[in-house]
């Protein structure tokens, strides 16, 4: 017997600086546009450094320690915190422990 699917969820974010550009990237704090689900757009800054790549490096390895995984979800959270990302998961939260739709 199969347990329930997995939570699926798309955030659409693109570089507020040079976004149709694929070597715009900068190893920098760089700001980036988040949609919201009204079609909103809102801002929120990714501090790219070595720590967080070693973590994405990490994180993607068999037997990932857990403490990894728990400090990306952390950076993610406050990543979005300026977005109105919080609300929408305020919002949808028990929807999704439902198994509802995540719209």
Known sequence: ?????????????????NADCAEGFVFAPQSYVLRGPGGGFHNATLPWNDALLSDLAAVR??????VVVQRLGERLRDFLSSTEWPVTETRS???????????
């Open 1 to 17: 017997m199969r347990g329930p699917e997995p939570l699926t969820l798309t955030l659409e974010l693109a570089r507020a600086a």
């Open 61 to 66: 390895q068999p037997g990932r320690d857990p």
């Open 93 to 103: 939260a028990p929807r999704w422990a439902r198994g509802g739709p995540c719209s």
